[in-house]
Antibody, heavy 119, light 111 residues
């Protein structure tokens, strides 16, 4: 069974940093593209970052502007999102999402971890 | 970025009756591999989204056959033949043909 469990969220002041983690089970993260998608509470969904299955390619939403970095630890079957220079409008529920192997899409979602940026 | 526009944003429905949601993209979703990666998600309150359909009309594992999806070009539709209580929540279309993946605003289905 595919499972994605996010952690690392919390309350952080503007300008601070957080590192989110996504522990995967039921599959190997290095076989799939992996994504982070966020959702402002009560609002819509927004792509944050993605990492290719071979680890050579990363892409980010326009709003990231060099502040976030997606990476993985294959030994721990975990994906990370390092977030620096956090802003109030980064407040959201951050989901880890698995990319698909057979088509260019996304399939399974974690439960999410809440990041609150506030002074 | 490709803009996805859904209508309606809210849809009151009656149990046992059909429902329909539309999604339009601001530009073609034709991927360089020749496919159109238009997908539909369903999010129940307090839950993460789950995939319903991929590549316009391919039903994902476990999705009941009362759900169907269709479309072409820049216009796509999700239909429910007979709404059940478990179908409440928010439905999103999402294009994955061009990164960043972009989502519609969501359509809230309410009984």
């Amino acid at each position: 069974e595919v499972q994605l469990v996010e952690s690392g969220g919390g309350l952080i002041q503007p300008g601070g940093s957080l590192r989110l983690s996504c522990a995967a089970s039921g599959f190997t993260v290095s076989d799939f593209w992996m994504h982070w998608v966020r959702q402002v509470p009560g609002k819509g969904l927004e792509s944050v970052a993605r990492l290719s299955n071979d680890g050579s390619h990363t892409s980010y939403g326009d709003f990231v502007k060099g502040r976030f970095t997606i990476s993985r630890d294959s030994a721990k079957n975990t994906v990370h999102l390092q977030m620096n220079s956090l802003r109030v409008d980064d407040t959201a529920l951050y989901f880890c999402v698995r990319g698909t192997q057979l088509w260019a899409g996304i399939d399974f979602w974690g439960q999410g971890t809440l990041v609150t940026v506030s002074s | 970025d490709i803009v996805m526009t859904q209508t309606p944003l809210s849809s009151p429905v009656t149990l046992g009756q059909p429902a329909s949601i539309s999604c339009r993209s601001s530009q073609s979703l034709l991927h360089y591999d020749g496919n159109i990666y238009l997908n539909w998600l369903h999010q129940r309150p307090g839950q993460p989204p789950r995939l319903l359909f991929y590549k316009i009309s391919n039903r994902f594992s476990g999705v009941p056959d009362r759900f169907s999806a269709s479309g072409a070009g820049t216009y796509f539709t999700l239909r429910i033949s007979r709404v059940e209580a478990e179908d409440v929540g928010i439905y999103y279309c999402v294009q994955t043909s061009q990164y960043p993946d972009t989502f519609g605003q969501g359509t809230k289905l309410e009984i």
